[in-house]
């Protein structure tokens, strides 16, 4: 299920809003699935070659013995200008299954120029 923006939002881009869910029983128990999942999306294009966009995504499964969750943010800006590009990404990811914890980070510079 989601909802979308077409026409600009804030003049300038759109917004994305979507829901999942899956559920499997299994008849062993312990590995079944009750999985709910979140998701919000903002990209923009903006004056003088400059696109943004940022994405939240968020789920949980309490179907299994243990459960867990998932949370990614990501963040990007991007400059063109005739065969010249530069790229600035930053993302997270937060994942948790019972006790244990995983925690990633990304910081990405590119600077690319095309031939």
């Not at 968020?58 to 949370?71: K, L, M, N, Q, Y």
């Amino acid at each position: 299920l989601y909802v979308q923006t077409e026409a600009p939002f804030f003049d300038s881009g759109n917004i994305r809003v979507s829901a999942r869910r899956s559920r499997i029983e299994y008849e062993t128990g312990g590995r079944s699935v009750n999985l709910q999942g979140y998701d919000l999306r903002y990209g923009a294009r903006l004056r003088l070659g400059i696109e943004l966009s940022a994405n939240l995504s968020h789920e949980s499964d309490t179907g299994a013995t243990i459960p867990r969750r998932r949370v990614i943010t990501s963040a990007r800006a991007q400059w063109r200008y005739r065969k010249f590009s530069l790229v600035f990404d930053l993302g997270r990811t937060l994942e948790t299954q019972g006790e244990s914890t995983r925690n990633r980070a990304l910081v990405q510079i590119m600077a690319r120029r095309d031939f």
